[in-house]
């Protein structure tokens, strides 16, 4: 973490200074804002989070009910969410407060009648990712961002008591093209309306989401007809794995599955209840705790179970489906229109809670669209930029639809054993890396380059998110993961890996790159860069060396990779790395780095690989930033 870069701050380094001008929640309405966003669910918050770091950026958030959420939703954490947490700054916050889940274990009825352990599997792979897999009430997630917003420049809070109930998009108008119209939830102000305009309109307002009607999307999907409870509780229980997640499958009565929750104590279940008629819902069967209970006591015998509290619960139906749109710009003019409006999270995915993606899914929604609105918004980028939020997403959400269809159907189905394994259990396995989020991979575009260098690294799959590995940092050999210096910034990162025998020296070919992306015009350094911006401003360049780090001299880098920045033009310490072998934790041999050529790896603002490239493709590497952003001068 960098501080104190433009003079000495005391106090808390994550409280940011104010930008001038703030507007805050509560204050009379804006007339024009430059995105507004629809709903304050994960999807929302991690938008606005990112946005309200930029201060020339107008957020406005508006959120239907009251007061911020409290307990119940989502608790389920993938490891990917974790890595995207590590970017914001919270995440050893969560792993702090929620429980670990190690171990996932399967219980079925015995030959001779009563409930045992079937099979126990590992939850997250060896190796897959430095970060757990956790699960931490949704509410918390919440806190964390609105209080990343709370410390930003603009100092954003939701505005609470309002929905979006209409919008009109002018595509004629340059600024502000979008007429909202906005109505008060607040009992004592009902049927109030106003408007106003905004430049971008983001739709996180969930499954029956206005924005979405508004734009006249649908979603498309089915059902399959079967009702779950879920909840919250305290309770008292002679069940051995309480405090393991499992999936438990009696004779007769059904399934549930145990989710223990932070704290020690609080247990989460899902729970199998009726099978519903082709026309029927749930609220038509009039259930309620008690009866997620009752089946829950049915289901765990001969284990006894005793709840004591019910913290929150609910009863909902298994469906999955997917919009039709993912913003408003219609298929016919994607070449003359760029979006105005988009939907994230449950306004566009719709499926069942038992894979804990939907709000992992919601969440990368809008990590994905945050910079890019951020870069459009800065001028860094044109507006054409955003048409990619959608073809990249909506990929991403069509293979958790079709995922979740084929899982449901998996959990809900009579179990056979084979190879040793109980169905579920083998197919919990072989979906771990879905289920830990890492199976996205965005498809070849001017964001996501050719594979033709992959051979370069094949640790680091180009349209995959980057799999970080330990580091040495050289300047005060600190060892730490190298993808924890990327940030939610907006910045894209260029990671340069040396090849053997390069210390940096003058003439070298590290240097030689250095010297061109610090002063050569043809650069993408110079291209895209303003006068007067630090030389890292958009594209931060880092290298990683093969050497011990006691055999490199931190003062003989490039001048690049020990730039001077901010206020005072002072050094930044932190742009060079070594492998760490003194753990034998080598990240060349880990990832997969030619030793011999080495290669340089750019890493999108979503920490996402762009693209691998030869450390003498200059041409290459100034082509792939030149299709993604404008020439500043």
């Given at each position: 973490?960098?501080?104190?870069?433009?003079?000495?701050?005391?106090?808390?380094?994550d409280?940011?200074?104010?930008?001038?001008?703030?507007?805050?929640?509560?204050?009379?309405?804006?007339?024009?804002?430059?995105?507004?966003?629809?709903?304050?669910?994960?999807?929302?918050?991690?938008?606005?989070?990112?946005?309200?770091?930029?201060?020339?950026?107008?957020?406005?958030l508006v959120e239907?009910?009251?007061?911020?959420?409290?307990?119940?939703?989502?608790?389920?954490?993938?490891?990917?969410?974790?890595?995207?947490?590590?970017?914001?700054g919270?995440?050893?916050?969560?792993?702090?407060?929620?429980?670990?889940?190690n171990?996932?274990?399967?219980w079925?009825?015995?030959s001779?009648?009563?409930?045992?352990?079937?099979?126990?599997?590992?939850?997250v792979?060896?190796?897959?990712?430095?970060?757990?897999?956790v699960?931490?009430?949704?509410?918390?997630?919440?806190?964390?961002?609105?209080?990343i917003?709370?410390r930003?420049?603009?100092?954003?809070?939701?505005?609470?008591?309002?929905?979006?109930?209409?919008?009109?998009?002018?595509?004629?108008v340059?600024?502000?093209p979008?007429?909202?119209?906005l109505?008060?939830t607040?009992?004592s102000?009902?049927g109030?309306?106003?408007?106003?305009?905004?430049?971008?309109?983001?739709?996180?307002?969930?499954?029956?989401?206005?924005?979405?009607s508004a734009?006249?999307?649908?979603?498309?999907?089915d059902?399959?007809?079967?009702?779950?409870?879920?909840?919250?509780?305290?309770?008292?229980?002679?069940f051995?794995?309480?405090?393991m997640?499992?999936?438990?499958?009696s004779?007769?009565?059904g399934?549930?599955?145990?989710l223990?929750?932070?704290?020690?104590?609080?247990?989460?279940?899902?729970v199998?209840?009726?099978?519903?008629?082709?026309?029927e819902?749930?609220?038509?069967?009039g259930m309620?705790?008690e009866?997620?209970?009752?089946?829950?006591?049915?289901i765990?015998?001969?284990?006894?179970?005793?709840?004591?509290?019910?913290?929150?619960?609910?009863i909902y139906?298994?469906?999955?489906?997917?919009?039709?749109?993912?913003?408003?710009?219609?298929?016919?003019?994607?070449a003359?229109?760029?979006p105005?409006?988009?939907?994230?999270?449950?306004?566009?995915?719709?499926?069942?809670?038992?894979?804990?993606?939907?709000m992992n899914?919601?969440?990368?929604d809008?990590?994905?669209?945050?910079?890019?609105?951020?870069?459009?918004?800065?001028?860094r980028?044109?507006?054409a930029l955003l048409?990619?939020y959608?073809?990249?997403?909506?990929a991403a959400a069509?293979?958790l639809?079709?995922?979740?269809?084929?899982?449901?159907?998996?959990v809900?189905?009579?179990?056979?054993t084979?190879e040793?394994?109980?169905?579920?259990?083998?197919?919990?396995?072989?979906?771990?890396?879905?289920?830990?989020?890492?199976?996205?991979?965005y498809e070849?575009s001017?964001?996501t380059?050719?594979?033709?260098?992959?051979?370069?690294?094949?640790g680091?799959?180009?349209?995959?998110?980057?799999?970080?590995?330990p580091?040495?940092?050289?300047?005060?050999?600190?060892?730490?993961?190298?993808?924890?210096?990327?940030?939610?910034?907006?910045?894209?990162?260029?990671?340069?890996?040396?090849?053997a025998?390069?210390?940096?020296q003058?003439g070298?070919?590290?240097?030689?790159?250095?010297d061109?992306l610090?002063?050569?015009?043809a650069?993408?350094?110079r291209r895209?860069?303003a006068p007067?911006?630090?030389?890292?401003?958009v594209?931060d360049?880092?290298?990683?060396?093969?050497?011990?780090?006691?055999?490199?001299?931190?003062?003989a880098?490039?001048?690049?990779?020990?730039?001077?920045?901010?206020?005072?033009?002072?050094c930044?310490?932190?742009?060079v790395?070594?492998?760490?072998?003194?753990?034998?934790e080598d990240?060349?041999?880990?990832?997969?780095?030619?030793r011999?050529?080495?290669?340089?790896?750019?890493?999108r603002?979503?920490?996402?690989?762009?693209?691998?490239?030869?450390?003498?493709?200059r041409?290459?590497l100034?082509?792939?930033?030149?299709?993604i952003?404008?020439v500043?001068?």
């Open positions: 973490m960098q501080y104190h870069l433009n003079g000495f701050k005391p106090g808390d380094p409280v940011l200074a104010a930008a001038p001008g703030l507007r805050r929640a509560g204050d009379p309405l804006p007339e024009t804002v430059d995105v507004l966003i629809a709903g304050s669910g994960p999807a929302g918050l991690c938008l606005a989070a990112q946005l309200a770091r930029v201060p020339q950026i107008r957020t406005m239907p009910k009251l007061v911020p959420m409290e307990k119940g939703q989502a608790d389920g954490i993938s490891v990917r969410s974790m890595e995207m947490f590590q970017a914001f919270f995440a050893e916050k969560v792993m702090r407060e929620s429980v670990w889940i171990e996932t274990t399967f079925a009825p015995g001779d009648g009563p409930l045992k352990r079937v099979a126990r599997v590992q939850d792979p060896d190796g897959i990712s430095e970060m757990p897999h699960l931490i009430n949704q509410a918390r997630v919440h806190d964390m961002y609105l209080d917003m709370r930003s420049p603009t100092r954003l809070e939701p505005d609470y008591g309002l929905k979006v109930v209409g919008l009109v998009v002018d595509p004629t340059t600024e502000y979008v007429t909202v119209t109505e008060h607040d009992p102000r009902a109030q309306v106003t408007q106003l305009r905004a430049n971008y309109v983001v739709g996180c307002d969930g499954a029956r989401s206005g924005v979405r734009i006249g999307g649908a979603l498309h999907g059902a399959a007809h079967q009702a779950w409870g879920v909840m919250d509780v305290l309770a008292v229980t002679d051995p794995d309480w405090r997640k499992s999936f438990v499958r004779q007769d009565e399934i549930f599955m145990v223990p929750r932070e704290g020690g104590h609080l247990v989460r279940l899902y199998e209840l009726d099978s519903l008629g082709e026309d819902r749930v609220a038509d069967r309620g705790a009866d997620i209970i009752a089946k829950a006591q049915r765990i015998q001969p284990f006894k179970l005793d709840v004591k509290d019910v913290v929150w619960w609910s139906e298994i469906g999955h489906r997917l919009s039709d749109k993912f913003d408003d710009v219609p298929e016919d003019q994607l003359t229109r760029t105005r409006v988009m939907l994230a999270g449950d306004a566009c995915h719709t499926h069942s809670p038992k894979a804990g993606q939907g899914v919601s969440m990368g809008t990590f994905n669209l945050g910079w890019k609105l951020a870069s459009v918004l800065t001028g980028a044109d507006p048409h990619s959608a073809s990249e997403r909506k069509k293979g639809v079709e995922f979740d269809h084929k899982w449901s159907r998996v809900g189905a009579r179990d056979d084979t040793g394994l109980p169905r579920v259990a083998r197919e919990f396995v072989n979906n771990l890396p879905f289920t830990c989020g890492l199976t996205v991979q070849l001017a964001l380059g050719e594979p033709t260098d992959q051979h370069l690294a094949t680091f799959d180009i349209g995959k998110r980057l799999h970080s590995a580091v040495i940092r050289l300047a005060d050999a600190k060892p730490m993961h190298l993808g924890h210096c990327i940030e939610a910034d907006a910045r894209f990162r260029l990671f340069i890996f040396a090849p025998n390069d210390a940096g003058p070298g070919t590290v240097a030689s790159l250095c061109w610090e002063h050569d015009p650069s993408p350094v895209h860069t007067g911006e630090d030389v890292d401003a594209i360049i880092r290298a990683v060396f093969q050497q011990e780090f006691r055999a490199l001299d931190f003062g880098m490039p001048t690049l990779l020990r730039p001077h920045v901010g206020r005072f033009g002072l930044d310490y932190e742009k790395f070594c492998a760490d072998l003194k753990r034998g990240i060349f041999e880990m990832r997969g780095i030619d011999a050529e080495a290669c340089m790896v750019v890493v603002p979503d920490q996402y690989v762009g693209h691998i490239l030869p450390l003498s493709a041409e290459d100034a082509n792939y930033f030149a299709g952003l404008r500043r001068g």
